[in-house]
């Protein structure tokens, strides 16, 4: 069988619903698709439920569906990925929480959980914590910024657990929780252990940090604790390599999104950020274009290109920016069309999962699809909407199967049978 290789552009967030500042008809409505006419309309449309009807995705979850890993069995929680988004680089085994920056008083009694939300030294916070907690029971523990008064905390050493409660009680006037083991074993005790060692020495140096005299001083709430919740065990995820069901060999990510990017990672693509691309609505997407036919040209057998910027203006509610960065999307889509033999290779433009302008966050509707393969049977569209896509010939897909369907039209997944 002739293998082919694969282009997949993902604009993040691209479906959506009517929007009344729009006439009641959604971006992908608007957008000028003539760059990409023709290969529109010698492509199959269809729709894509990223895990399946009426689970809202995460861009993690939504991601590893994309790439034929099912996040339904696969999923170790928002701790790791959490801290994956705010940078770290995870292990299988270590265990990570989502925690936020709080207010609490001499007794450890909760006043503010987001310590007024507004903390402009998180940042050095959080390095000054990297620098004064060290290891507990020789445990690494280390602590990342996410945004506004949100961290990931990462506990990395053997024999740990995410079998522990949280240390958040999600109400204030309360103490901060113990964190008591949820199983009946070593590893939970001494998780939990050291999750209370963890809460008991933060709160000491964040007292005695002057950072936070300085947040008093100015009359607002000093982040002086921090609370944790949802404990996750970081899993081990194959790499393409070591699927034996598929044949891709070497994969390539473009993006500039650190969830996406750690993601990628850890199911073996090489991943590059090209200079001028920021995850943003200000991201040089030609800079990306550029970078995939770079990558398209070496022996790489799937290149992959995120773009955030969609997902950005869909959540700051913004329809006509989404409008303008889809269109600048399928520009750049266009340029790594101009530049790939089009005989030899499968392309997919998707989104990865919907974030509607109305609702400003993720929604379980089902994501546009097109799907470019020589000899595919077409159905002959130059547009992709959400209303184009329902008439496509690829049907829904649902979670894993977007991805087998691609591998199939590259030639590159196994005979089930004989
Ligand atoms: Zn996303
Ligand atoms: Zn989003």
Do not use: Q
């Not at 919907?354 to 002959?380: C, E, K, N």
């Not at 896509?389 to 894993?400: E, I, P, Q, Y």
Request: charged share 25%; glycine share 10%; proline share 6%.
């Amino acid at each position: 069988m002739r293998r082919l290789k694969v282009v997949l552009v993902v604009a993040d967030g691209l479906g959506d619903r009517p929007v009344p500042e729009l006439g009641m008809r959604t971006p992908l409505e608007l957008v000028d698709f003539s760059p990409v006419a023709d290969l529109l309309s010698r492509s199959a449309l269809g729709l894509w439920d990223p895990i399946r009807p009426g689970v809202r995705p995460g861009s993690d979850t939504a991601h590893l569906a994309l790439f034929g890993i099912d996040p339904t069995n696969n999923y170790p929680g928002r701790g790791p990925f959490e801290a994956i988004g705010a940078g770290a680089v995870l292990n299988p085994g270590d265990v990570a929480f989502r925690g936020n920056f709080a207010t609490v008083s001499d007794g450890a009694v909760i006043l503010d959980r987001r310590a007024g939300r507004r903390i402009p030294e998180a940042k050095e916070l959080v390095e000054y914590l990297n620098r004064n907690v060290g290891e507990i029971e020789g445990v690494r523990v280390e602590i990342y910024h996410a945004t506004e008064h949100r961290v990931a905390v990462v506990f990395r050493g053997p024999g740990l657990s995410d079998a522990v409660s949280d240390t958040d009680p999600h109400a204030e006037g309360v103490r901060i929780s113990e964190s008591r083991p949820l199983a009946d074993d070593e590893a939970a005790r001494k998780t939990a252990r050291l999750v209370n060692s963890f809460t008991e020495r933060v709160t000491r140096l964040l007292g005695e940090c002057p950072l936070n005299s300085r947040r008093v001083e100015r009359g607002e709430p000093p982040a002086n604790a921090i609370l944790l919740r949802g404990a996750g065990k970081m899993v081990k995820y194959p790499r393409f390599s070591e699927r034996g069901e598929l044949s891709v060999e070497r994969a390539a990510a473009v993006s500039a999104t650190a969830l996406v990017k750690g993601v990628c990672a850890l199911l073996g693509f090489e991943v590059l950020t090209p200079e001028g691309a920021t995850g943003g609505v200000d991201s040089d997407l030609m800079s990306k274009a550029r970078a995939a036919v770079e990558l398209y040209r070496r022996d790489y057998d799937l290149v992959y290109v995120h773009i955030k910027g969609t997902d950005a203006a869909s959540h700051d509610g913004k329809p006509h920016a989404k409008v303008e960065m889809i269109e600048r999307t399928l520009r750049a889509l266009s340029h790594i069309v101009d530049n790939v033999d089009l005989g030899e290779v499968v392309v997919a433009f998707l989104g990865d999962h919907a974030t509607p302008v109305t609702v400003r966050d993720h929604t379980s509707d089902p994501v546009p699809v097109m799907v470019y393969a020589p000899g595919i049977l077409t159905d002959g569209s130059s547009r992709l909407t959400e209303r184009d896509a329902r008439k496509g010939s690829l049907g829904r897909l649902r979670n894993v199967e977007l991805f087998g369907t691609l591998m199939d039209y590259a030639g590159r997944v196994e005979k089930f049978g004989a």
